[in-house]
């Protein structure tokens, strides 16, 4: 299988904002940039997250956004931070985003469980509607 991966000058503020804007991807960005090339496995190992399917969100998010790089390699996928693309469209983003997230004391094993218990959903981006009020939920 061959990922579609937009070129530098089709990267766009908007996604690579929104896909950071998420905090297990921001956390395997983090892991990401310790440098090298990982297989998704050492990605989720490292992250302390079990739901495959659900990262698999994760990475077509950050792949499609400009963040990331996909390839196949034999039966696994080899995923590389595209930090001298992020950096020569928009300088300092990526560490303005990932010192954020230091900042914040989030830790990649902090990030939130995918099983639930987030008001954001795991697999998509908008938060869950919140019952209003004289709601019974």
Do not use: F
Not at 17 to 37: E, I, T
Not at 113 to 123: F, I, L, V
């Amino acid at each position: 299988m061959r990922y579609r991966h937009p070129d530098r000058d089709q990267i766009r503020i908007d996604g690579v904002l929104s896909a950071l804007g998420h905090p297990v991807r921001l956390a395997a960005v983090r892991v990401l940039d310790q440098g090298g090339r990982r297989n998704c496995g050492s990605v989720l190992e490292a992250l302390g997250v079990a739901a495959k399917s659900t990262m698999t969100h994760h990475w077509r998010v950050l792949r499609e956004s400009g963040v990331i790089r996909q390839e196949p390699s034999g039966r696994e996928n080899l995923l590389t931070l595209r930090r001298d693309d992020l950096d020569a469209r928009y300088p300092g983003l990526l560490d303005a985003a990932l010192a954020g997230a230091r900042t914040d004391g989030a830790e990649p094993s902090d990030a939130p469980s995918t099983s639930g218990g987030d008001a954001r959903s795991t697999t998509g981006d908008r938060p869950r509607p919140q019952a209003g009020p004289g709601s019974t939920r």
